[in-house]
């Protein structure tokens, strides 16, 4: 069955893989499942027929056959659940699995978003110099109990898994704000993650779309 | 098998129901799996042993044999999985309603989190008063998009699922703010999932605990 999910039309992280299509493009890559892109503009976001995929007017979306899916956790979970490589065999380790990925998204997540919105949307406001010590340090809270569990480890629990993917995913977001490099062991997972065959290549799929946007507006 | 979970020896929510391990309560109640509670103080949270079962420090975490379990969604989500009465049976529809479990986590509670984030911990700041209504119009945002997609239908998506029970936990910690009240249908589906027995029995549950707590500081 074709599987087709939306991504911006052009994203606005400027191709730096961190809209969230590009995590479900690297599980669909991991479990090598092919798949077509719609892609939609933020205008047409807003409008009755992405609404009835998307109830909150985002990307991406998951589509195949009759299941349409919206929510980045539910659909890289479908995926993971419907195909191998992404959850481990045994019934307790994959529990274990998509614990980490609830963690990574609702746990490490909220933080990070949060930090996202302080210097995004805020930036401008006359307190926001004053406030972004206090958002950080709530990320490097997470971040501090984060390192400490992984350790010396590869992966948060046994072999690769949707939880890593998730987790390195979220990482990710916080690149540009130095923050992950002060959690060496952390920067490590993140570069373990982007090491992958299967996430190098969902990188690509997605700049190149941004790569092409830009071209147009030319 | 005994599932053993874990709450606030002293919930500072003051028995509302709103610390975790309510969602935790009311899925058990919803499968008729009985359980045994551990509770833990907030020392107790930051220590190593508590530490081992969830890295962040926090409540609540599930244990049945010798599976360990953190993170309320994963939790939860095993909990449906494993005994009738929160997932469809119907694959698709199953999927439509995890789905609904995380867009509660991790698109309608982030802003809620950050709404209580700036009353609970910068309400002493300068910027407090002037910031309030910008964050809490991002809890709108999410609020009204989630009652538009609403609309009258009693649950999310066909009867009461896991997804419902984790939507309904979420718009919970809204009521103090008044803003849950701004849409009627959102408050309508909040009380429905109040008045579910299982619901009750939760709530009854972590309320004693609260109660006890209280007539022991006494």
Redesign the interface.
């Known amino acids: 069955m074709t599987v087709i999910i939306t991504a911006f039309e052009r994203s606005p992280d400027g191709g730096r893989g961190l809209a969230r299509d590009t995590r479900v493009r690297w599980a669909l890559e991991e479990v090598g499942q092919p798949y077509e892109v719609r892609l939609v503009s933020f205008r047409a976001m807003k409008q009755p027929a992405h ?1 009835a995929l998307h ?4 990307i991406p979306t998951y589509e195949e056959g ?2 349409a ?7 890289v ?2 995926i993971a659940e419907r195909h191998a490589g992404l959850l481990p065999d045994d019934a ?1 380790a994959r ?2 699995a ?2 980490w ?3 990574a ?3 490490v ?2 933080p990070i ?2 930090l996202a ?1 302080a210097t995004l949307l ?1 930036s401008d ?3 926001s110099k ?2 972004l010590p ?1 958002v950080e340090d ?1 990320v490097r809270d ?1 971040l501090k ?2 390192s ?2 992984l350790g010396n480890a590869d992966w948060l629990d046994g072999g690769f898994s949707v939880g890593d993917l998730m987790m390195v995913s979220v990482l990710l977001r916080l690149r540009s704000s130095g923050i992950l490099d002060e959690y060496p062991n952390l920067a490590a997972l993140v570069a373990r993650g982007e090491a992958r065959p299967a996430y190098k290549r969902a990188f690509a799929a997605q700049l190149a779309v941004y790569t092409a946007s830009e071209r147009q507006a030319d």
């Open positions: 609404l109830p909150f007017g985002q009759d299941l899916l919206f929510e980045t956790g539910a659909i979970l479908h307790d529990a274990r998509i614990t990925m609830f963690a998204l609702n746990t997540e909220p978003l949060e919105t805020e406001k006359p307190w004053e406030r206090l709530r997470r109990q984060l400490a569990r």
